[in-house]
Every structure is written in structure tokens, then in C-alpha cells.
């Protein structure tokens, strides 16, 4: 472990097979089989949708009341 993380709260988390295996796809096809490069890679797309507007995910003909 490196130093500099020390300090950061640590989280456990359970991973399907399947899951394991995109990540490991992930790991391989962009990160040299960086399987930690790949789980922040999730990570971080799994905050940004969850970090999107409503109005994104909305259908704006819905909302006009047509």
C-alpha cells in the first residue's frame, strides 16, 4: 500500500464474477492489467451518472404536456 493513502477510509465491496470479469476487461484493454487502475476507472464513471442533472434523464416532450 502506498503511503500518501494511509489516511483515506477504505471501503470493501463484493464483486459478481461477472463484474470481475469486466473489470479484469478493463484491467486488460486500457490499464496494462491495472486491475486497481480499472476499478477507479468504474468508480469514477459510477460518480459522474449518479452526479448527472434529473433534467438529463428526463424526456423533455414528457414534461410539455403534450
Known amino acids: ?24 476487461d478493463i484491467a486488460f484493454a486500457d490499464h496494462r492489467d491495472n486491475r486497481e487502475a480499472a476499478i477507479r476507472e468504474l468508480l469514477d464513471r459510477w460518480i459522474k451518472e449518479r452526479e448527472k ?13 403534450e
Open 1 to 24: 500500500m502506498h503511503q500518501d493513502h494511509l489516511d483515506m477510509e477504505s471501503v470493501t465491496l463484493e464483486l459478481s464474477e461477472e463484474e470481475l470479469d469486466a473489470i479484469d
Open 53 to 65: 442533472p434529473e433534467s438529463e434523464d428526463s424526456d423533455p416532450e414528457a414534461d410539455s404536456g
